[in-house]
């Protein structure tokens, strides 16, 4: 396989981003709960996310109990309802009706449902649910078979999520916004965890399948980039030996891992306080195509001393503090860039040298005796 049809097909592989809930990484143990609880917010029709009754609308057509009729102020939602020593994750009751949720995200079904059917019962309501909600489709003979035993149903989030987001247009005008973004966040969440033994199996596939021909992309970019920090690197040395000889031959070279800096930071007695550092910046056709001059301060703290005088000097220069790098300032005081012409291509070094000579100049002369 060719390099641009590697690309494309990796490309056009599904990717997972992540959600909010995602980034919080809730311990597997607790994410359990976390979302029995979110699921006990929004199935309280008070509360104020003002869905009102979208969840329980949504989980009676999955339950193929549309006809069933409430009153919002009856509805009770109790998390972890006691049941004979152990706690049922959901239970939630109307007038009539009880419906008991055992959670499961990424547990198996060791659950005693026949204390939890008994807890249900005890409500004495005359249409009593019990339902196994998980990620996962359940599969297993056994659990299939102790969930059947004790009048329970297994249902997806996928198949609640359906009725819900079927439904979720007549409510969405009307509810918090706030509480809007969070639950299609929990959504994603939950649908995330679903897909992603396929996503992780489309790419682990991927890999596998073209490993020889990733290998040979790695080393051969791997080989472009030494290439051109190598010309870099060859040139900044010339560049150094000039500068040096022309103001102070302290200039050093300092290898970012990226790119290489030429770096001067003996204005003050302070090693680091202030200074001045350049680069290439390759274009896409020349890996000496810019080049770039800075002066820069090693810590905020220092730039605040030299600030005033440095940008009466340079008033409308490019300005970073802190930004790119924690504590560090950067100002661009002058951008080279290469002629595009049939007999030249690069910057020359003297032209270099002069502008470099220039900003050291005026640089010691603002700094002064500090």
């Not at 196994?132 to 249902?155: C, M």
């Not at 992309?217 to 010339?238: G, M, T």
Request: aromatic share 14%.
């Amino acid at each position: 396989m060719d390099i641009n049809s590697l690309l494309k097909e990796f490309q056009a592989l599904p990717k997972k981003k992540k959600t909010f809930l995602e980034i919080c990484k809730y311990p597997a143990s607790r994410f359990e709960e976390v979302c029995s609880r979110i699921l006990c917010f929004y199935f309280s029709p008070k509360e104020e996310h003002g869905f009102q009754d979208l969840f329980l609308r949504s989980l009676f057509e999955l339950l193929k109990a549309e006809d069933i009729n409430f009153y919002e102020d009856e509805i009770q939602v109790i998390p972890e309802d006691y049941a004979e020593g152990k706690r049922l994750d959901i239970v939630i009751t109307g007038s009539d009706f009880v419906i008991g949720i055992e959670n499961k995200i990424t547990a198996s079904l060791y659950n005693p449902l026949d204390k939890y059917k008994a807890r249900t019962d005890a409500y004495g309501k005359e249409w009593p649910f019990n339902l196994v909600l998980s990620v996962y489709e359940i599969t297993k003979a056994e659990e299939l078979k102790k969930i059947a035993d004790n009048d329970f149903k297994a249902f997806t989030y996928a198949d609640f999520f359906f009725y819900l987001k079927k439904n979720l247009g007549d409510y969405s005008a009307d509810c918090n916004q706030r509480y809007l973004t969070h639950l299609l966040d929990f959504i994603k969440t939950i649908e995330n965890m679903s897909t992603n033994d396929s996503v992780d199996r489309k790419i682990s596939n991927f890999f596998f399948e073209n490993s020889n021909e990733i290998d040979e992309l790695i080393s051969q970019y791997e080989a472009y980039k030494k290439s051109r920090l190598d010309l870099q690197h060859e040139n900044l040395r010339k560049i150094k030996k000039q500068i040096g000889a022309q103001t102070d031959p302290k200039w050093f070279i300092h290898d970012g891992k990226t790119a290489f800096y030429l770096v001067y930071n003996k204005f003050t007695a302070k090693k680091y306080e202030i200074g001045i550092e350049s680069l290439y910046k390759e274009t896409k056709e020349n890996p000496l195509g810019e080049y770039l001059i800075q002066i820069t301060t090693w810590d905020l703290e220092n730039w605040k001393t030299f600030e005033e005088r440095i940008l009466e000097k340079y008033p409308n220069c490019p300005l970073d503090e802190g930004t790119t790098h924690k504590n560090r300032v950067y100002l661009d005081v002058e951008k080279l860039i290469a002629p595009e012409t049939e007999t030249e291509t690069e910057i020359s070094i003297d032209t270099i040298v002069s502008r470099l000579k220039f900003h050291f100049e005026n640089l010691k002369a603002i700094v002064g005796g500090e």
